[in-house]
């Protein structure tokens, strides 16, 4: 069974950091590039960042860059995303996604939820 295991939100104020994490299980990890997406309330789903297989190459949607900081350890099998600068619009439910480099397969974790408030 494959499973994705967000951990890390929760409340910060304003200027504050947090750092989410995504464990995966059932998948070799190492063969899949990893985004983190969020979904603030009542609003669709955002790219957040990506990092590929390797490590070598991560992606920033321009709301994010320079404040957040994408990483993985593959032997680990966990990805992070170290959020700095944090203000009210982060607010949202942050999801990690893995997609295949070799097939179409992807899968989801359930999100865990940032939340950035005086």
């Known amino acids: 069974e494959v499973q994705l295991v967000e951990s890390g939100g929760g409340m910060v104020q304003p200027g504050g950091s947090l750092r989410v994490s995504c464990a995966a299980s059932g998948i070799t990890f190492r063969s899949y590039d990893m985004n983190w997406l969020r979904q603030a309330p009542g609003k669709g789903p955002d790219w957040v960042s990506r990092v590929v297989t390797g490590g070598g190459s991560t992606y920033y949607a321009d709301s994010v860059k320079g404040r957040f900081t994408i990483s993985r350890d593959n032997a680990k099998n966990t990805a992070f995303l170290k959020m700095n600068s944090l203000q009210p619009e982060d607010t949202a439910v942050y999801y990690c996604?893995?997609?295949?480099?070799?097939?179409?397969?992807?899968?989801w974790g359930q999100g865990t939820q940032v939340t950035v408030s005086s």
């Open positions: 996604n893995v997609r295949s480099t070799i097939s179409f397969l992807e899968y």
